[in-house]
């Protein structure tokens, strides 16, 4: 009996239809065994399309878990393509802030160095002030010494 909607299937057997009854057990014994080849067949069926119903299912899976893979690896890119960013910058606002200390060090390098030469040249100048002044006294102590020697001798 076929389907709704379906001719009814025709067995046939080597070509031969009986319409007299004539090999009757032979022809039961081949629709029989075709019932069974059918049957047979249908589980086959069933099973392959149960099988291909789970590989599909599993390549959904395997899909899905390669989505949430990619989209947890997107994630993790993302953070550290954050955490790059925040690193150059960081990187960057160092570089400013050693420019900076640099400058200021320089620059106090430089007075540092400028009142030390000030003071320098002061004590300089100071030491050539008390030798002028040494030598004056000297020669005025000479001179002194002179008239001194000259009056003893007159």
């Not at 709704?4 to 031969?16: A, K, T």
């Not at 007075?111 to 100048?125: G, I, N, R």
Request: glycine fraction near 6%; include cysteine.
């Amino acid at each position: 009996k076929g389907e709704e909607g379906m001719e009814p299937l025709r067995l046939q057997w080597n070509g031969f239809e009986p319409t007299d009854g004539s090999r009757g057990e032979d022809l039961a014994e081949f629709v029989a065994t075709s019932e069974d080849a059918v049957e047979s067949l249908l589980e086959q069926t069933r099973g392959t399309r149960d099988r291909m119903r789970g590989l599909i299912n599993r390549m959904k899976a395997d899909g899905t878990e390669s989505e949430r893979t990619v989209t947890e690896l997107n994630g993790h890119v993302e953070r550290l393509s954050e955490d790059l960013t925040m690193l150059q910058r960081k990187h960057e606002e160092s570089l400013k802030q050693f420019a900076e200390d640099r400058t200021a060090l320089q620059r106090r390098v430089e007075t540092e160095k400028l009142m030390l030469q000030s003071k320098l040249d002061a004590k300089y100048q100071a030491e050539m002030d008390c030798l002028a002044q040494a030598r004056k006294d000297i020669k005025k102590l000479t001179t002194d010494l002179a008239e001194r020697d000259a009056r003893i001798k007159s």
